[in-house]
């Protein structure tokens, strides 16, 4: 009897694959996805990278819709999120840190009119 049980245990065990299935999270993917500017203000950067170039000045309340995220490399801020944005025809980086995202946005605009 405990040889056969001993034989059948691992050979249910193998055949119990577990069945993990995170929730999704679109905070960091998809195109209708949006941030607001939670900085009083922040630098849009040219790369991903707290040492880049700036390329303009974000203000408090921005709305702006989100084209691609991307972590940081760089040593200043490894491990930093970051997000492709567009204002006024110019694209460039902006860190998390300074933004609140949303998914769609009605949300990012009524969050936006909140910090007014």
Known sequence: M????SMLIPTAIAGCK????????????????WLVVASLYCQLKSEPSAASRDLGLLRRGMVLKILES?????????GALWF????????GWVP????N??????QARSAARRME
């Open 2 to 5: 405990v040889i056969l049980v």
């Open 18 to 33: 577990p069945q993990i299935r995170l929730p999704e999270d679109k905070s960091l993917g998809g195109s209708a996805q």
């Open 70 to 78: 991307k972590f940081s490399t760089d040593e200043t801020d490894r």
């Open 84 to 91: 492709r944005v567009q204002n006024a025809g110019l694209s």
């Open 96 to 99: 998390m840190r300074d933004a």
């Open 101 to 106: 995202t949303y998914p769609d946005e009605t």
